[in-house]
């Protein structure tokens, strides 16, 4: 995840804000009078100007403010952090009502570019009123103290057992037993109820801050922010969709065949063809990684198991940490040397990732990195473990903040993460209001471009996996390892935001938020939970960027920019055979063009950007196919004779379905709002 995107869009509450001794922070009274005028005779390209400086200054507190809030989660800096928001959105509220009189004015591009960046800063509108916006700050700290701190409890006395996400997360890793599976799943989706009630009322204020701003409601503001009217941005991603959901579905027959022979024909699957949400290996069902003992095409061909060579480098470090403390360790001893050696494999993890990126010639990372980023779970205090990236002052002060083991989910990640950070290294030279992604599908998909070029012959070259047999079998063991990532990831990358799009038109109301979830989760990925799911519940909660408030069609876009950017390297590598074999690792041609396309930010329409790179405007999935061509077609063969598709329970909230329930489902997006009128063009 980008902190920037964290910050830009509130995403979460900012944390601890220093300030001096005995200096008196400004009222947000005070803070609105002191952003209302512009100067005397000052003209558009000044008042940018004044922006960007006072931007680029005020930045570093904020950013730090907002790394302490989710690094030491407390009562102390939750309330810190909602009044640092509340400040912030001030500022920003009245450098928007500035921008206004400019409009009209002769002005140069890049600062007519600048202002409308400026008015879709945040993906969390504010209302002016202060009272409001205080309550607006408070209610968004709440819930991401209340992810943050999440905690399943069981039983009474000495036998009482709590565990939070990561725990969680790791039954659904690595236990097949279906019911230890479904307690933990329902234990972490517990954990959301309280945020429902605030969740309402955020959606009530925050779709007042968006009427203040001109749009219909906080969705259509989302949704104007990619260089082109909000409703053909709707019909864009529905394009795309269509065009991959046939692989989609290939895979979803085959991953639902396999469950049925683990666990029986019953509790394989749900009714309606449906996969039940608490066996697919992970706690939302975006990534089916983890069953790949259970998916693997061909056992032992070509292999890949990452996770288990991660391990014995654990053990590695683990034995060299308790050699270091002599024979007959204490028991304290043992466990300082295994969180000694948990740190020191995260750190070869991030080493390895950051080995790829400075064989493209860009930097090493900078030595504050090591010392600042949290590679680990902390053990006296509650941290927010999803991992995201950090750009504390626009200047060099990058980090990660992770709770990494030493296992595939996490490695990849990192390599996505570290994308994140080296974007942030070449957009550093831009003005303040162009350091960005061209587009937020942008940000994401940098690193995972990275991650398709993690081939077998990559991994076997870093000494990961054992010599590579070239052979159709490992092929298609290669390709699902990807798949499981990427393609079982492609719905829901879009479900979330067509949830939150009914959500702030009120098409879906607080009273249905739980049904319109799983009706859009059986809709989309064809996914569905094992026991009943009533308005008692608040499942959307339980992933973070909900109560987050993070844009989510980010990562969709994300999975689709990735294998056209991969594509386009791959051709500035001269890589000539098939795409799935292409590793651009230490190309410098490549390396050039992946630097100039990162160096441009936000400075000009994603559209131009995305040209430069890979020749087209346009976002297109042929890459996507191209990619999984074999594996396609592999499935397709072993899904002959089998009934695939599913059967969703109800036609989707705000959504026009003419045959609702039909299999195998297609899912139209919601009928968008009516755009504003003042909608975002590049």
Known sequence: MNSRHLLLSFVLGVGVLSLPA???????????????????????????????????????????????????????????????????????????????????????????????????????????????????????????????????????????????????????????????????????????????????????????????????????????????????????????????????????????????????????????????????????????????????????????????????????????????????????????????????????????????????????????????????????????????????????????????????EDFTTIYHELGHVYYYLAYNGQPPLFQNGANDGFHEAIGDTIVLAMTPQYLESIGLVQGQVQSQQALINAQMRMALAKVAFLPFGLMIDRWRWGVFDGSIAPDRYNRAWWELKARYQGVAPATPRGEEFFDPGAKYHVPGNTPYTRYFLSHVLQFQFYKSLCEAAGHTGPLYECTFYGDAAAGQKFREMLAKGASQPWQATLEELTGSPQIDGGAVLEYFAPLQEWLQQQNEGRTCGWQAAAAAPAAADPAPGSAPTRAPAPAPSEPPKAAAQG
């Open 22 to 408: 005995c200096k008196k922070p400004a009222s947000p009274d005070q803070a609105t009078d002191a952003t209302q005028a512009t100067a005397p005779g000052e003209d558009a390209d000044a008042f940018v100007a004044r922006i960007n400086a006072e931007y680029r200054a005020m930045y570093p507190e904020l950013s730090s403010a907002q790394w302490l809030s989710s690094t030491y989660i407390n009562d102390d800096s939750e309330r810190l952090a909602a009044k640092a928001q509340e400040r912030w959105l001030t500022t920003l509220n009245g450098w928007i009502e500035q921008a206004r009189a400019f409009e009209g004015q002769p002005m140069s591009a890049d600062s007519a570019r600048a202002l409308v960046l400026l008015k879709q800063m945040t993906s969390m509108p504010a209302p002016r009123d202060p009272a409001r916006l205080s309550e607006l700050t408070r209610i968004a700290t709440r819930m991401e103290g209340t992810y943050g701190k999440g905690t399943y409890c069981t039983g009474e006395g000495q036998a009482r057992q709590c565990r939070q996400l990561g725990q969680l997360e790791d039954v659904l890793r690595a236990s097949r037993d279906y019911d230890t599976q479904l307690d933990a799943w329902q234990g972490w989706h517990s954990i959301a109820g309280p945020m429902r009630p605030d969740y309402a009322r955020f959606v009530e204020l925050v779709n007042e801050g968006a009427r203040e701003l001109g749009y219909a409601d906080t969705g259509a503001m989302w949704r104007s922010g990619y260089d082109m009217p909000a409703d053909a941005f709707a019909a864009e991603t529905d394009r795309l969709w269509h065009q991959v959901q046939p692989l989609y579905e290939q895979l979803h027959c085959y991953a639902r065949d396999k469950l049925q022979q683990a666990y029986g024909v019953e509790r394989g699957q749900v009714d309606g063809g449906l996969l039940p949400a608490h066996l697919m290996g992970n706690m939302w069902q975006q990534d089916w990684g983890n069953l790949w003992d259970m998916l693997q095409p061909y056992r032992g061909a070509g292999s890949l198991d990452i996770t288990g060579a991660l391990e014995r480098q654990y053990q590695r470090d683990l034995g060299a940490a308790l050699y270091r403390r002599g024979p007959g360790a204490s028991a304290k001893a043992r466990f300082e040397a295994e969180r000694e050696a948990q740190a020191q494999v995260a750190r070869q993890m991030t080493g390895r990732a950051e080995d790829f990126y400075v064989s493209l010639g860009m930097p090493k990372l900078p030595a504050s990195y090591w010392q600042r980023t949290q590679f680990i779970k902390p053990l006296e205090r509650d941290v927010v473990c999803h991992a995201s990236a950090w750009d504390i002052d626009m200047a060099g002060d990058v980090r990660t903040k992770m709770c990494i083991k030493p296992n595939e």
